[in-house]
């Protein structure tokens, strides 16, 4: 069984009442356990409504989505956010960290959401665990000014990791990193999809970016216009024959 299934999915905003926007337009898409996928394509293509669907963050218009067996289109507000809390892990392009907070309470803050809190010491064992996962343990203390973006990116993948979610969803996660610290933290995320299995989606403009993923999908037009290894998606996207 896929980890997420959709079928049909479509995503239509309404601008002033009346002005309709089509941002995704019947996409299928399966995803195995332990797959890491880049998604691609143009501005406005419909790649980060897609990822606030796959996230729970928004609900499609019509069509299904599946995430690990439970139909997760159907359910309430509140239903989906408990599902975004105990399943999923977002690293944003932004970070999205808080200021004058530490890298530990940053880490801390998706347990804090819980119905059941785990006690400080529990929390405090978790986090710091997952800040080691990502080599940071020499930076708990640390406030993201104290930190440079590579580290910083890392705090908010530790904070995802935190949960112990079965996907990591990361929309443009090195949009605002330099060649070096992409390298690094997409190093990072390879070796949590190889060595622990995670489930890993991710958004990205950077060809570079999307050779270290295993699958590419190229999205355009709201619609899925390519799928499959990076080679093959970045040679077709190359000689112009997906456009
Ligand atoms: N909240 C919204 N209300 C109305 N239209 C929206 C909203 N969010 C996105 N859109 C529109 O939906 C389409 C898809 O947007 P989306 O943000 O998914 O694109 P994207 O592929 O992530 O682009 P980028 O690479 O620039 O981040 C665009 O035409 C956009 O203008
Ligand atoms: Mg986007």
Do not use: W
């Not at 049909?8 to 019947?26: F, H, P, S």
Request: aromatic letters at 4%; a neutral charge.
């Amino acid at each position: 069984m896929p980890v997420i299934s959709i079928r049909n999915l479509t995503r239509t905003y309404l601008i002033g009442g009346d002005i309709e926007v089509q941002a995704l337009r019947g996409v299928d898409l399966d995803v195995e356990k332990g797959e890491f996928v880049a998604i691609m394509g143009p501005s406005g293509s419909g790649k980060s409504t897609m990822m606030n669907i796959l996230g729970c963050l928004d609900k499609p218009t019509a069509g299904t989505y599946i995430l690990d067996g439970d139909n997760v289109s159907n359910m309430s507000g509140d239903e989906r956010a408990a599902v975004r809390n105990l399943r999923i892990g977002f690293v944003f392009q932004g970070f999205n960290l808080l200021a004058r907070t530490t890298a530990l309470e940053n880490v801390e803050l998706p347990l804090m959401y819980r119905a059941n809190v785990p006690p400080p010491a529990e929390r405090r064992k978790m986090c710091i665990e997952a800040l080691k996962r990502v080599g940071l343990e020499g930076r708990i203390d640390h406030v993201p000014t104290q930190m440079s973006g590579g580290e910083q990116q890392r705090v908010a993948i530790a904070r995802a990791l935190v949960t112990k979610p079965s996907i990591i969803l990361a929309d443009e996660p090195t949009g605002n990193l330099d060649s070096k610290r992409t390298e690094e933290v997409m190093e990072l995320f390879n070796e949590l999809n190889s060595k622990e299995g995670i489930t890993t989606v991710m958004v990205t403009h950077e060809p570079e970016v999307a050779v270290k993923c295993k699958r590419v999908v190229l999205f355009k037009d709201g619609k899925i216009i390519g799928d499959g290894t990076p080679d093959e998606v970045l040679n077709k996207m190359a000689y112009g024959v997906i456009r």
